[in-house]
């Protein structure tokens, strides 16, 4: 596979070959009892006998094993996203990678026993330095934090911030309050002094219904709608005024789609002429602020008809700035740096999408 | 040619429960009396709201633009406009009581029927429903399916369950039989917070987060196959914008086509069933004028708009602006009024 990839002289293939930064990677434990090293006596006792414990009540059948690409599953077993051979073999050589951002989906910050999570979030980073960042000196990782507790959270966040291998603060795209509400800032405050950004995640459980509808059926709606949530997370931190609080604050909406931003943007704009008495507190009209603290991933691309109405689109979004290319490696949805983003998004714009872009927000050399 | 103009949203507000209270039962008259009910509390639509009611139209003796059949009479006269359907957003969602929720949506659509409908013949009536007890909503379409000014039933978008969920069907089996269609408007009291991980702060994100809402709904209806188990259903979006469609549609067929063998009886793109069954209203108008062309260009059918005045709410300053000029022929006169004829099947 990699001696196919590296001998490809397609335009396509040579490009890919250029370095790229991917902004979503999911490492995980080959098994649960891999954390159990890094995880106090107390809390490895607790995990045996409660395992756990997070906002059940919202499962679905997911379409493949562990949502993963079938030849993700690493031959010495484990779960896919396990393996650091087998994430060097089919990404990080395959594809060029310089660098990638290690963002684990362990659920420390879902855990209902806020002090566990805190513990869970710590054993979670001490295990991605010993296990991912120390081997592999192209890899860096997202701060895992017990998002539900500020002060829990405040205290990781400080504990790595001196790690330059941490480049981000972890959340998810559900959360029990939008993100924007007071119980949060604190959090804001110390990834702002940290120099780091703010990632919102897919996922998450906060407890209530996953949509303003209620709970879906399907995992289909589960997946498609969860651009949804991003909406109302990106709504809340702009009309709760976090970027007018934290102004050196940045945040990074992570696998959650793009091309709703543009229409969002309009009805932020809108929405903020209509309300200004409510909105005192938010200086700025939101397109504004969005379009200098927001980034996004790409994947999972929206797929119009027509791929020219992509370049359209990002035409009149103007933020190319602000898009990172991500793989979402090992995931069934897995973007293909060669393949992902259609020849119509070509030239300097391809260049910051894969890799200029996000050297800059993550200050890679 | 005579332009014909189908105004497919005018507000009918209850000003007071006592309006309701002649076509209300012995028992819940008294239940009004006695326990001083005062009817809904709406807490998804201020009355104080510019989004509610437009500061053109607020009057200094506070009676609401939108409470008395003369308000809307005006609005059609002032657009030549052939028809108007009234939409009611009487919150009796928000009632857990489902007696009480029942009786109340009855009351609603009474008055509706005995009072608005013969005040102008223009009037077209969308049904208030218990939704909350869809048997009880159900019953209530029965019971007015044979009037032939009634045209549609009418659901708040946030609701406790997405309407795809085989809770409904009995409503959207009811709908059918009366041959009346299905709109979605803002709004709604189902007890869950507004947005899809808890409640914000501010009104402001309610309001702009409503096409979210609209969004699962549609998604919902979908995925549960709905459209094909009522073929002849029709789902108008009343509020919901349409700014969001393009995005929205081009990662949905992306997804049915990764994940069509969950769903397996979905057997059409998405982009495909919102064309042939989904109509939505032209106001608010959520994109800049400047927009607008490459907007009505990627949405995925041509007549998928529908005039409207949204009056009394706040969607634009000047009343020409109701009907952009910036939208062209012959796009501009088919969403004047005839698809909305089409859709409401309307003379």
């Known amino acids: 596979m990699t001696v196919d990839a590296a001998r490809d002289r397609s335009p396509a293939a040579r490009s890919a070959r250029a370095a790229i930064v991917d902004a979503d990677i999911h490492n995980t434990w080959p098994e649960p009892a891999a954390l159990d090293p890094y995880l106090p006596e107390r809390w490895r006792r607790l995990r045996a006998r409660l395992g756990e414990r997070l906002h059940p009540g919202a499962q679905y059948p997911r379409l493949n094993p562990a949502a993963a690409r079938t030849d993700a599953w690493p031959p010495e077993g484990g779960l896919p996203g396990s393996s650091l051979d087998l994430m060097r073999d089919q990404l990080l050589d395959r594809w060029s990678i310089e660098r990638g951002i290690l963002n684990p989906l362990l659920e420390a910050g879902e855990l209902l026993n806020l002090e566990y999570g805190a513990a869970f979030a710590q054993a979670i980073n001490d295990w991605q330095v010993a296990e991912w960042l120390e081997p592999e000196p192209r890899l860096r990782a997202s701060i895992t934090v017990p998002y539900e ?14 790690d330059r291998r941490f480049v981000q603060v972890l959340l998810a795209s559900r959360t029990l309050e939008p993100l924007g509400r007071r119980r949060y800032w604190p959090m804001y405050g110390a990834a702002e002094a940290a120099g780091l950004p703010i990632g919102i995640h897919f996922g998450g459980a906060g407890g209530f219904p996953t949509t303003a509808a209620g709970l879906p059926s399907f995992y289909f ?16 931190l702009v009309f709760e005024g976090v970027f007018e609080r934290f102004p050196g604050l940045r945040v990074v909406l992570i696998e959650g789609g793009f091309a709703w931003l543009l229409p969002l943007m309009w009805r932020l704009d809108r929405t903020w002429r209509m309300l200004r008495d409510e909105l005192a507190h938010v200086t700025r009209p939101p397109s504004h602020t969005i379009r200098e603290r927001v980034f996004l991933t790409t994947q999972p691309i929206e797929e119009p008809p027509q791929p020219e109405l992509l370049a359209r689109l990002l035409d009149r979004m103007d933020m190319d700035g602000q898009l990172l290319f991500a793989t979402d490696y090992p995931h069934w949805d897995f973007d293909a740096p060669d393949r992902a983003l259609p020849p119509v998004l070509g030239g300097a714009r391809r260049d910051r999408l894969l890799r200029r872009n996000a050297c800059a927000l993550y200050r890679f050399g | 040619m005579v332009r014909r103009v189908i105004d497919c949203v005018v507000h009918a507000e209850v000003a007071s429960v006592d309006q309701l209270v002649p076509h209300l039962s012995p028992h819940w008259q008294a239940v009004v009396s006695e326990t ?19 500061p053109r139209f607020a009057r200094p003796d506070g009676v609401v633009e939108a409470s008395e059949p003369g308000h809307i009479t005006r609005v059609l006269d002032r657009w030549s406009a052939d028809a108007g359907i009234l939409c009611c957003e009487y919150a009796v969602d928000g009632i857990r009581n489902p007696d009480a929720a029942a009786a109340l949506a009855s009351a609603v659509n009474d008055w509706l029927v005995e009072t608005w409908l013969p ?43 997405p309407y795809g969920d085989r809770r409904y069907l009995p409503v959207f089996a009811a709908a059918d039989r009366a041959g009346i269609a299905v709109g ?3 709004g709604g009291n189902p007890g869950n917070p ?52 393009p995005a929205f549609v081009w990662r949905l067929d992306k997804e049915w086509r990764g994940m069509r063998r969950e769903i397996p009886w979905v057997r059409r ?43 009394p709410r706040w969607q634009f300053d000047a009343d020409d602006d109701a009907l952009p000029a910036a939208i062209p022929e012959p796009v501009r006169a088919r969403i004047a009024g005839a698809v909305a004829r089409d859709f409401y099947r309307l003379p």
């Open chain 1, 221 to 236: 709606e589960e997946h498609a709608g969860m651009a949804t949530v991003f909406q109302d997370q990106l709504t809340s």
């Open chain 2, 184 to 186: 979605l408007r803002c």
């Open chain 2, 269 to 311: 793109a998405p982009s495909a069933t919102i064309a042939e069954h989904v109509r939505i209203a032209l106001q608010p108008i959520d994109v800049p004028a400047a927009e607008l062309g490459a907007v009505l260009d990627e949405l995925p059918a041509d007549d998928l708009l529908m005039f409207c005045t949204d009056h």
């Open chain 2, 36 to 54: 001083g009910f005062r009817g809904p509390y709406v807490a998804t639509q201020p009355a104080g709201a510019p989004t509610v009611c437009a």
């Open chain 2, 119 to 161: 005040a102008d013949e223009r009037f077209r009536a969308s049904l208030v429903l218990p939704i909350a007890q869809p048997e009880a909503a159900a019953a209530e379409i029965d019971r007015l399916a044979g009037h032939p000014r009634v045209v549609q039933a009418l659901l708040p978008v946030r609701s406790a369950a």
């Open chain 1, 149 to 162: 507790d500020a002060p829990l959270a405040v205290a990781e966040i400080e504990r790595r911030a001196g």
């Open chain 2, 194 to 245: 507004p947005t899809g991980t808890g409640w914000p702060s501010y009104f402001a994100e309610e309001h702009a987060g409503m096409p979210a809402v609209f969004q699962t709904q549609l998604l919902s209806l979908i995925a549960e196959g709905v459209f094909e188990r009522f073929a002849d259903l029709r789902l108008a979006l009343l509020g919901s914008g349409f700014g969001w469609l």
